[in-house]
């Protein structure tokens, strides 16, 4: 991976809050939504969201702006049989730059040339035939023997995945299964709460690797499902109930669905339809409120009797609703 700092486009200073920020507006831009068929938009948004997730891990960034470890996490080589890395050729052991110490780079072409006359075996390994640089540009490790490096460890492919969560399942929390292009299923855990558009990283479970290196992982962005009763404000949910003619007239108890089970509303007579009765915590993650607008329902096919009373009120006592 690059710079993380680099990728998001701010300074190694940065705030979490400005990391974050950063990260939103390249996400919103990348998103797979916006861009299906762009594959460059999409390795972009995997990018961004890799930087992300290894900035906003204190430990990792720590680490990272002290030089310990570079930007795939990886530890950087910081020394070798007690010589400093730093120093320059030709020095006693341990000594600085400045004061003749070994380079690290120097350390390895000494150990990796055979020890000053020691036989290599093809492919220049001291210890014989099958150690040294293999095909398709491996490289020898002496400190293991086989082959790694840029082509050995190659890690596979990640994959993005589009999952529409019902609000149901969002807000109770909890696991939800997940099937990856490979045909295997899995279980997910959903943040609580959960924001649209946010993303959970499955670590191994994207393309498997060209070589011996490690898998991608997952990208797992959520969004909310179209809900059949439901219409999601932020937090906040909203419903549409109806209720009869005489209900609004004479008032009524009703019963509302909430994402928690259904519950009764006490209506008033007479009450203002224009304006939504508010169920105060129950709409999302017990953080939003339930707004609950009435719509009157006729009777189907129409009735002689309301419409006989409706002439007389319309005669007799009409009222205005309108300006």
Same mark, same amino acid.
């Given at each position: ?10 300074? &190694? ?68 049989? /007690? ?6 050729? /030709? ?17 390895? &072409? ?45 890690? /596979? ?12 399942d969002a807000h109770k929390g909890g696991s939800v299964p997940v099937t990856l292009p490979s045909g295997k299923t899995v279980s997910v855990k959903l943040p609580s709460p959960l924001e649209e558009g946010q993303q959970v990283r499955l670590r191994g479970q994207g393309r498997p690797s060209p070589l011996t290196g490690q898998p991608g992982d997952a990208l797992v962005t !959520? ?58 915590? &129950? ?8 707004? !609950? ?20 009120? &319309? ?9």
């Amino acid at each position: 991976m690059r710079d993380p700092y680099t990728v998001l486009g701010v300074p &190694k200073s940065a705030s979490e809050k400005e990391i974050k920020s950063a990260y939103r507006k390249l996400a919103k831009t990348f998103h797979p939504d916006q861009n299906p068929d762009d594959k460059t938009a999409h390795e972009k948004f995997a990018e961004a969201t890799a930087a992300y997730d290894f900035l906003s891990d204190k430990t990792k960034r720590g680490q990272f702006d002290r030089g310990e470890i570079d930007a795939d996490g990886n530890p950087k080589f910081s020394g070798f049989g /007690g010589f400093d890395p730093s120093g320059a050729r /030709g020095g006693r052991p341990g000594a600085g730059a400045g004061a003749g110490g070994f380079n690290a780079e120097d350390i390895l &072409k000494e150990f990796m040339s055979g020890f000053g006359g020691t036989r290599r075996g093809p492919g220049g390994s001291p210890f014989g035939a099958g150690a040294g640089p293999g095909a398709g540009g491996a490289n020898w490790d002496p400190f293991t023997g086989g082959a790694t490096g840029a082509a050995g460890s190659a890690k /596979g492919d990640d994959v993005v995945i589009n999952l529409a969560v019902s609000l149901e399942d969002a807000h109770k929390g909890g696991s939800v299964p997940v099937t990856l292009p490979s045909g295997k299923t899995v279980s997910v855990k959903l943040p609580s709460p959960l924001e649209e558009g946010q993303q959970v990283r499955l670590r191994g479970q994207g393309r498997p690797s060209p070589l011996t290196g490690q898998p991608g992982d997952a990208l797992v962005t !959520v969004k909310f499902a179209k809900h059949k009763h439901f219409r999601k404000d932020g937090h906040d949910l909203r419903v549409d109930v109806p209720i009869a003619l005489y209900e609004a007239v004479l008032g009524a108890k009703v019963r509302v669905p909430t994402l928690d089970g259904a519950v009764e509303l006490n209506l008033p007579p007479g009450p203002d339809t224009s304006k939504a009765m508010r169920l105060k915590g &129950k709409g999302l993650f017990g953080k939003g409120d339930l707004y !609950v607008n009435l719509r009157i329902v006729l009777p189907k096919g129409g009735d002689p009797d309301l419409e006989s009373l409706m002439r007389f009120w &319309k005669d007799q006592k009409p009222y205005k609703v309108r300006d």
